[in-house]
């Protein structure tokens, strides 16, 4: 037997089924054991031998093949995971209400593992009362149900209800099977701000300084959030090639004094707030409005930098009752200290409730797909965060974070 995570691909029958096949060949290819089970609805959008292709397994939508071996009840009972993509409005309703009429829905009584939808349906359906009981319902029994997205629908109209990118499902399903309490939904009716990437100052239009930030963290930081019932708003420098996480606002900046803007306004109104963002120290003095050239007499050009406020000072300083504030912190060893003796000397200085620390150079942490370092807190405990997914960081942040809350809920 293949000791590959092996995961059940439920696929619904909306417009959103041909994103399952990006869905499967990311797990696939990502080292995951994929069984495709099919409502006959979503045939109607993709063909089985597709999904056969991709996945390398027979495809079936009911009971009634394979029968001497109970399938009905085997795919579930074998599984680690179960996604359903795109999970449809009548998919939501018989799930929610034990029905077990097709190969998936006993599928989904059967299986005791994490089990996730991802919805996609036109907006009116997602908020229709029906539609949002049956996803309380299924909350209320454990089952990760993500919000869709917002943005274009089927036909010309836009709205909530666009199924989430493939790549963050994928993500998502690394992360439940990483840790399957990753995504409770504590974080409803919490307000929180991100901030993610790198800021860029301009030199002159076709130059800037930069740094090596991808933004991955702090979208793992917006996504997990989102994902916990979080109302975010993620203020983004220079992500372009990310997916936007499905149910967050994105404000797109790119100087270290638009972030300050962006973020400073959202956390006036916000519960939590995430400084992940690479942040400029300094920026040119000043910025030519037509192309520096080099010309053969005139000297090499020096620039003169200026400091950028601390935005992260500048929010402890104006921070709301009870607000809880997150710095990150990218340090090197040196011959002054280490990575910790660092990063206490920074949660000081800053006076945020919490630093996660990564140590940088050598590869690690910028542009990677995994992160590691330590989480302190200004009550002095410190927690080693172990090599893993960056939503699997994320997760951890949001677990100290919630119990910041809590904590200070009870004393309110
Ligand atoms: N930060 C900020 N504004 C800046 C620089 C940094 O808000 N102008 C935030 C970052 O988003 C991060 C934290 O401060 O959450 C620490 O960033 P870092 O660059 O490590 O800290 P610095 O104060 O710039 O310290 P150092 O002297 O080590 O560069």
């Known amino acids: 037997m293949s000791s590959k995570p092996r995961v059940v691909l439920g696929v619904g029958g909306g417009i959103a089924a041909y994103k399952a096949c990006e869905v499967l060949r990311g797990l696939t290819e990502s080292g995951h054991d994929v069984r495709v089970v099919p409502t006959v609805a979503a045939l109607n959008f993709v063909g089985a031998a597709t999904f056969e292709a991709l996945s390398g397994h027979p495809v079936h939508t009911g009971v009634f093949t394979e029968v001497p071996e109970v399938q009905h009840v085997r795919v579930g009972k074998d599984a680690d995971l179960v996604l359903v993509v795109p999970a449809t409005a009548d998919l939501l309703a018989r799930a929610a209400h034990g029905l077990a009429d097709d190969l998936l829905t006993n599928t989904l009584l059967t299986a005791r593992c994490p089990v996730a939808f991802f919805p996609a349906m036109h907006t009116e359906m997602w908020e229709h009362p029906a539609t949002r009981d049956n996803v309380a319902l299924l909350r209320s029994r ?23 990118d493939p790549r963050e499902i994928v993500d ?14 504590d974080l409803e009716g919490l307000r929180v701000v991100v901030s993610a990437g790198g800021t860029r100052e301009p030199l002159d239009p076709v130059r800037h300084l930069g740094n090596r930030s991808s933004g991955k963290q702090g979208y793992a930081l917006a996504r997990v959030a989102a994902q916990r019932g979080a109302d975010v708003t993620l203020v983004a420098a220079h992500t372009e090639a990310l997916p936007e996480p499905a149910g967050a606002e994105v404000v797109h900046v790119s100087t270290a ?47 003169s930098l200026v400091r950028n406020p601390d935005i992260l000072a500048g929010l402890v300083e104006a921070r709301r009752p009870g607000q809880v504030i997150v710095g990150f912190a990218a340090e090197t060893g040196d011959e002054h200290g280490s990575v910790l003796e660092h990063a206490r000397a920074k949660l000081k200085r800053k006076g945020c409730d919490l630093l996660v620390v990564n140590a940088v150079g050598e590869g690690k942490a910028f542009e990677m797909e995994e992160n590691t370092g330590w989480l302190l807190s200004a009550d002095g405990t410190e927690q080693r965060i172990p090599l893993g997914a960056k939503s699997l960081l994320a997760a951890t942040v949001w677990d100290a974070v919630t119990e910041l809350v809590r904590h200070r809920a009870h004393r309110q």
Do not use: C, N, Q, W
């Open 142 to 164: 454990g089952a990760v149900v993500t919000e869709p997205d917002s943005g274009r629908l089927t036909g010309v109209d836009t709205g909530k209800g666009r199924l989430a």
């Open 172 to 185: 998502v399903a690394r992360l439940l099977l990483a840790r399957s309490d990753a995504l409770p939904r």
């Open 257 to 303: 004094r638009r972030l300050g803007a962006a973020v400073e306004e959202a956390a006036s109104t916000a519960d939590v707030v995430v400084m992940a963002a690479a942040v400029a120290d300094f920026r040119p003095a000043d910025t030519a409005d037509h192309k520096i050239k080099k010309t053969d007499h005139s000297p090499d050009p020096t620039i």
